[in-house]
């Protein structure tokens, strides 16, 4: 049986391009570029890149952008945008737990859950922070975002306190506290038009966790942040009312 995530992504990407978290890219794209001081000598990998938003407009701005994906579906509309506004973009079908990439990057990005933390299991994630840090340079940079455990973990704790322990022992939650786990079903509509139901299960992550994760990998220098769409910035701490956090690591 396929994962939910490679399900959900074999004929989904023109939906995809339809939603609203894809809206932010030119100020996301802003934000990446001050991180690297305007340099267009950086080398530029974006794991789990989808439909290419962002190495195609860093592409257009006049970097060399590299995009890497699971989908061929996904991979193949990025191409094609990438030709209606004529800019040069390398996609590559591969597995974010295993990148053909060594030392060769001076920055890394993985935006809006394109890879980590969708994984069955916490070890398939690690595999993806670390070849995350294997693809890049000394000194390079990973800027990802994920999503946020204190955010589940509040307001589920919320929850709790309010219906009172014999109501909720009784109730589900689809957040389960012990692996930070959300499990969820979710209805889509596909490429075709043909409504389909998938399960989801995605890992929360909370800050500790995430610093301990890039350290084990050899990242340093870690700054987490709350993460807005379009607007990423290094002046928004991180609250238990951010549903992601943005994340910048160095090599």
Known sequence: ?????????????????????????????????????????????????????HVIELARRGYSATGVDLSESMLA????????????????????????????????????????????TDEMNYMILQSAANSLRKKGKLIFTTLNGLFPLFHSVLDFIKRGKSEASSSHYSFDLMTFRDTSTLDFVDDDGQTRTIECN????????????????????????????????????????????????QK
Request: hydrophobic share 40%; glycine share 6%; with cysteine.
């Open 1 to 53: 049986m396929r994962p939910w995530y490679e399900v959900l992504f074999t004929n989904y990407a023109h939906q995809y391009d339809k939603e609203t978290f894809t809206k932010g890219t030119v100020g996301e794209v802003d934000f990446i570029e001050r991180e690297i001081d305007f340099k267009r000598s950086s080398r530029i990998l974006d794991i789990g890149c989808g439909t290419g938003r």
């Open 202 to 249: 995605e890992r929360y992550y909370v800050p500790s966790e995430i610093s301990w994760l890039l350290k084990s990998v050899g990242l340093k220098a870690i700054d987490i942040y709350g993460c807005k769409l379009g607007a990423f910035s290094r002046w928004d701490a991180l609250t238990t009312e951010d549903f992601e956090m943005l994340i910048i690591a």
């Open 77 to 120: 509309r990025a191409r094609q945008k990438a030709q209606q506004v004529g800019v040069e973009v390398e996609f590559i079908q591969a597995d974010a737990r295993m990148l053909p990439f060594i030392n060769k990057f001076d920055l890394a990005l993985m935006l809006c859950e394109g890879a980590f933390p969708l994984m069955e």
